[in-house]
């Protein structure tokens, strides 16, 4: 059974880094793209695309609030994906999950494309 546990969330400041990990088991590493989201305070209803790896070929896509701040890396060995938070801002704010799938490129940003989930990790940013 396919499973995903996300660590490394916490509390920082504005301007801090993050790193947060996804460790997949259970046949994850066959599945073809893993992704992160986060849900916001007072968001409950939606899952917002924050960035995905293709695992065959580490293509890497972005949301544009976190494009040029957040880098998605793979590693195969480990069956581990990463998402590196830098220059962090309070609207960063959210719980973080990690999410596999198989979505054509057109879903890659959508959550309902995606069958597999983590339990979710807390990053809260002060300012």
């Known amino acids: 059974q396919v499973q995903l546990v996300e660590s490394g969330g916490g509390l920082v400041q504005a301007g801090d880094s993050l790193r947060l990990s996804c460790a997949a088991s259970?046949?994850?590493?066959?599945?073809?793209?893993v992704a992160w989201f986060r849900q916001a305070p007072g968001q409950e209803q939606e899952r917002q695309f924050v960035a995905a790896v293709r695992w065959a070929n580490s293509r890497k896509y972005y949301a544009d609030s976190v494009e040029g701040r957040f880098t998605i890396t793979r590693d195969s060995a480990k069956n581990t994906v990463y998402l590196q938070m830098n220059s962090l801002r309070p609207d960063d704010t959210a719980v973080y999950y990690c999410?596999?799938?198989?979505?054509?490129?057109?879903?890659?940003?959508?959550?309902?494309?995606?069958?597999?989930w983590g339990q979710g990790t807390q990053v809260t940013v002060s300012s």
């Open positions: 259970g046949g994850a590493s066959s599945i073809p793209t």
């Open positions: 999410a596999a799938g198989s979505p054509i490129l057109s879903s890659l940003r959508g959550h309902s494309a995606y069958p597999y």
